[in-house]
């Protein structure tokens, strides 16, 4: 059973059955994402976006909320595969935040120490939105990796 296109042909889409683990999880990632998003606006806009990078976070996580609802609701086919692309991003963004704001704590005098990690960006914040992403893509692919037996 698959969705009618516009063209008439048929797409690869299944629809859930009932509310499975999986299907909750998405909708709880992306519910963390609206709060983490919330999190990261507040404190680039307090850093009045001083650099272009400030930017990639504030405009990309509602992409990874939205692919979130939309895996939450159907599956399958083009969507499953833009799924595993956004949140592989999702991944790439959040290791450059944690780059990116571990360099901004080493810049304050006295490098890296327990005061500049207190009063500089948080380093914590891009780490959990990488791991956000690693969950989404670990749910994902759970199924498959509980299959392999070593």
Sequence with gaps: ?????????????????????????????????????????????????RSRYMWG????????????????VIRGGAVETAFVVVFSI????????????ARGVASYVGRVNLRNLMAGPPIILPIMYMALSCLALLVFYWESISRVSL
């Design 90 to 101: 999702g991944v790439v963004e959040g290791l450059i935040g944690a780059l990116l704001h």
């Design 57 to 72: 976070p504030v405009l990309y996580t509602p992409v990874l909320i939205g692919m979130a609802v939309i895996l939450g």
């Design 1 to 49: 059973m698959g969705i009618k296109h516009r063209s008439g042909s048929e797409m690869l889409v299944d629809t859930w059955d009932g509310w499975p683990l999986e299907r909750f999880l998405y909708f709880f990632i992306a519910l963390a994402y609206v709060m983490i998003w919330v999190q990261v606006t507040l404190f680039h806009w307090r850093g009045a976006f």
